[in-house]
């Protein structure tokens, strides 16, 4: 029985439908929405903005709400009761950082841009090929 979800989120169509799935087929886990922040780099775009907070991990916050917010209001839909989370760092480590902790990972195939997936690689592939628990792909 799957009685701990871990969904990680981002701002992609696709990562509602994984929440959506969740919701529709596993009515009574526990889900946790994921929302990982790009660490600080000096590479530059979105992490830029984190390098220079003054409180890195309340400005991760921030970004994070307007997904929680959606994923929030997905889950009032099913009358369900979610918690979420934010990370620091690369998407698929601190997915599969975190994912030992649960029973099963839902995620949606990507997210983000095709610069983004580039750059970043496929998180869902690597989630998929490296998780310890199992992991279900919702398109």
């Known amino acids: ?57 309340a400005a991760a916050e921030e970004r994070a709400e307007k997904v929680f917010d959606d994923a929030r209001e997905l889950a009032a839909e099913y009358d369900t009761d979610i918690t979420t989370e934010v990370q620091l760092g690369h998407p698929s480590r601190a997915v599969l950082n975190r994912a030992g902790d649960f029973d099963a990972v839902v995620l949606g195939t990507h997210g983000g841009s095709l610069a983004d997936r580039l750059v970043v690689g496929n998180v869902a592939q690597k989630v998929f090929r490296n998780s310890p628990v199992p992991v279900i792909i919702a398109r």
């Open 1 to 57: 029985m799957i009685a701990q979800i871990l969904v990680p989120m981002d701002d992609s169509e696709m990562a509602q439908q994984a929440l959506k799935y969740t919701l529709e087929n596993h009515p009574d886990a526990e889900i946790t929405v994921l929302h990982v922040v790009g660490g600080p780099s000096p590479l530059g775009g979105a992490a830029t903005a984190l390098a220079l907070a003054d409180d890195i991990e």
